[in-house]
């Protein structure tokens, strides 16, 4: 992490689908824990999150790279229902092995991820980190096995949150509170460079605009507002179809020239 207290995450690598802006107006209330079952680096989870309807907001992997995938304001899908995934933050742990070495997960792994149990619990004011309470197992809807030796029952899972709250008691109370606004992703080069290229834009389409009016109302600059062109007897546009209008006798009109 490149900040634990502002849970700035070592890289950003945002989906670009297959998660929900927002959270549907609900507070984050917990993190939910997950294992890769695969040794996926940030790039190659997001190519999997991209083409598949699942994702998560954090990835863990083999050598402890935290890595933000979906922005802690959205809702990733990694839980049972929209419900948790609106209330939550998910995270997921690489695996440093595959099904024949029992799935094992890196020591760097479950430190880095403890840490950032325990940041986000100060960032968002959920409490010391407890299995069950702000720290779920993805397996407690019954429907996985995920986070496996991970999960509170599992062999790593005593030592991973005693890390948390290792961690949760090193980061102290400090200034953060449950007021803290949600975190989003920092403006990057990019969108600076796009804002500017908007705001240049709007100049353009407003000089654009006065230019129109000005065809119409007069230019200002010359005749002051509204003060019509030489060639019509200062009158406007409008009021030089009047005063034509007024001259051939239609009812209701007038030259406003000769009021
Ligand atoms: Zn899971």
């Given at each position: 992490m490149k900040s634990w207290k502002d849970l700035e995450p070592d890289r950003y690598r945002l989906l670009t689908k297959n998660y929900t802006p927002g959270r549907g107006g609900r507070k984050i209330r917990y993190v939910v824990i997950h294992h890769n079952a695969g040794m996926l680096s940030i790039d190659q989870i997001w190519q999997v999150w991209q083409t598949r309807e699942a994702s998560a907001h954090y990835q863990v992997t083999i050598d402890g790279q935290i890595g933000q995938?979906?922005?802690?304001?959205d809702t990733a899908w990694h839980a049972a229902n929209l419900l948790r995934n609106q209330e939550s933050i998910g995270i997921e742990h690489a695996n440093s092995g595959g099904a024949a070495a029992d799935w094992p997960i890196s020591e760097k792994t479950r430190e880095e991820g403890a840490h950032l149990v325990a940041a986000i619990c100060r960032y968002y004011g959920l409490g010391r980190p407890a299995w069950g309470v702000n720290v779920r197992p993805h397996s407690e809807t019954g429907q996985t096995s995920c986070p496996y030796r991970l999960g509170p029952n599992g062999e790593y899972g005593k030592a991973y949150i005693a890390r948390a709250q290792y961690w949760y008691d090193q980061m102290?109370?400090?200034?953060?509170?449950?007021?803290?606004p949600v975190k989003e992703t920092p403006v990057t080069d990019d969108q600076t460079a796009l804002l500017r290229q908007i705001r240049d834009n709007t100049a353009d389409c407003r000089a654009m605009l006065m230019t129109l009016s000005a065809q119409d109302m007069g230019d200002a600059n010359i005749t002051?507002?509204?003060?019509?062109w030489p060639q019509t007897g200062g009158r406007t546009r409008t009021d030089t179809l009047a005063a034509i209008a007024a001259k051939l006798g239609v009812p209701g009109t007038t030259d406003t020239k000769e009021n």
């Open positions: 995938l979906v922005n802690d304001s102290g109370s400090g200034t953060t509170t449950s007021t803290t002051g507002p509204y003060g019509g």
